[in-house]
């Protein structure tokens, strides 16, 4: 135990006290006794007590009456198997034959450690949403179980525990104290696991929603809707990698889920990829996705949306690696960033004035998550003099008409989002804050068009009209343009706007 943990509890006695006598007397005699984390009990076999790095076979045979004192020891069966004892966070968990009778007994000892999330407290505490990934035993429920304590009783949060297998708060109608604070909410059939998450919002209004072992689209739907409604959520999934979890069916949901994606050929050329992609579909469930590697080291993907993407895009995401030694002190031993396969890119560091973003019919709730999940380096205004870019909602463009003549006057780019969906908007938003940025051949093309564009309208003296552009786009077409003495201007509604080259300044007509 390392220095850090300053604090164990893990009812070894109450344990002691359901297992065949035999057992418990090689147990307490054991010197690294603290440190046992299983014992295993099936009929006809020696029992097995598992320590770090050992198990050890004792010279016994379970029989019947072994497992049958067990049993009767502990509160009953669920429908997943799984029991527990009273007051304690021990969990007993039994196999069955084809008649249903237990032959066969996992007893895994149980213990509230403080100290545990050190690592990540900082995390924890930022409010954001956390997914916790690792391999069955390395300490998900327990880190659970101290992230409840920490943040109710130390923060004085209002949190709320969905215990399905009454294995982070212990067996039984009063919760452990392991806890802290926090409010349990047991869950009579695992089946129901995905309701009781929504009765938990819906009629106790927690802060914090915590639950172990996310495994079906039914709770990973459950999970999307508190995260939509504000509520921090932490909770773990079956994987050891965001990776696997991308690519698991029941589950990609929590990460914002996977589609394909068929590009114009204008685009495909821009991006310099095939046609048919495969994208991001949502913003993800949780904003944090932690890999436990070992019980003192773990991998942070601080972004979860960025990572995907980069994911979905070829590009190998490098976690940021925290690691803590024996004396409690914590290191980062490497920092988050994306391998291209011939440079390093770290995060973007956003410097200046936040882009304060206008929407018109927009939904304002929708566009400020987005904006969050995606973490970009701006804001929602409610005054159009403050914009410094307008979303509008394609169906409204006809209404809107007094907006987008004062725009243009202003010179403040107008986006238009297909429909009031988080993937549209997130998909103008991209465009917004240029996260995919015209490449340079799009550029070139563009330039190269408007230069030929001119050298005709200079011959033939008649107004030549350029292809559609993006906002960025036609600004360059204009310093373009300006520079050979002519006038242009940008007509049509977005996608279709596009630059108009005259000849001379027409009547009412002013330069762009």
Avoid: W
């Amino acid at each position: 135990m390392s220095t850090r943990e300053q604090k164990v509890v893990d009812n070894l006695e109450e344990l002691f006290g359901i297992l065949p006598i035999p057992v418990v007397k090689y147990l307490k005699h054991q010197l690294d006794v603290e440190d046992l984390f299983e014992v295993v009990l099936d009929l006809g076999r020696p029992p097995e007590c598992r320590f770090p790095g050992r198990a050890v076979d004792l010279d016994l045979t379970v029989t019947r009456e072994d497992i049958d004192f067990v049993v009767q020891r502990v509160g009953a069966f669920s429908d997943d198997n799984r029991a527990g004892i009273e007051r304690t966070l021990h969990r007993i968990s039994c196999m069955r034959n084809r008649q249903g009778q237990i032959i066969g007994l996992t007893c895994r000892v149980g213990r509230a450690i403080q100290g545990t999330i050190d690592l990540i407290r900082d995390l924890v505490e930022s409010g954001r949403s956390i997914l916790i990934l690792g391999r069955p035993g390395i300490g998900k429920t327990t880190k659970l179980r101290e992230i409840a304590r920490v943040l109710s009783t130390d923060l004085r949060k209002r949190v709320i525990v969905i215990d399905t297998s009454n294995e982070i708060a212990g067996d039984g109608d009063i919760p452990h104290p392991g806890i802290g604070r926090a409010r349990r909410m047991q869950v009579a059939r695992s089946a129901e696991q995905h309701a009781v998450m929504i009765e938990a919002v819906e009629n106790h209004m927690p802060e914090v929603i915590i639950i172990d072992e996310i495994g079906t689209e039914l709770e990973a739907a459950a999970a999307r809707t508190i995260a939509e409604r504000g509520v921090q959520l932490i909770g773990t999934a079956h994987g050891n990698s965001l990776e696997n979890l991308l690519v698991n069916p029941t589950l990609t949901d929590l990460v914002g889920g996977i589609q394909s994606v068929t590009l114009s050929d204008e685009e495909a050329r821009r991006r310099g990829t095939q046609k048919s992609i495969l994208e991001r579909k949502a913003p993800p469930t949780f904003d944090i996705c932690l890999e436990l590697q070992d019980r003192d080291r773990i991998a942070v993907h601080p972004d979860v949306a960025e990572v995907v993407d980069h994911m979905l895009r070829g590009l190998a995401p490098n976690p940021e690696i925290r690691q803590m030694d024996a004396l409690g002190q914590i290191k980062v031993v490497q920092e988050a960033t994306v391998e291209t396969g011939r440079t390093v890119e770290t995060a973007p560091v956003h410097t200046g004035p936040r882009l304060r973003i206008y929407p018109f019919a927009v939904s304002r709730s929708q566009l400020e998550r987005v904006i969050r999940s995606m973490r970009m380096h701006a804001e929602v205004t409610r005054s159009m003099s403050e914009a410094g870019a307008i979303l509008v909602l394609k169906a409204y463009l006809k209404s809107a008409g007094g907006m987008l003549h004062e725009a243009e006057a202003r010179g403040i780019p107008v986006h238009v989002v297909k429909s009031n969906t988080i993937p549209q908007i997130q998909k103008t938003l991209r465009e917004v804050m240029q996260l995919d940025g015209p490449s340079n051949g799009d550029e070139d093309a563009a330039m190269r068009e408007a230069r030929e564009a001119v050298d005709l309208v200079l011959k033939t003296g008649k107004a030549v009209e350029l292809m559609p552009r993006s906002a960025v786009v036609r600004r360059l077409q204009h310093q373009v343009i300006e520079k050979y003495g002519l006038v242009s201007e940008s007509a049509g509604e977005e996608p279709h706007r596009r630059v108009l080259i005259h000849p001379l300044v027409p009547a009412g007509i002013e330069a762009v």
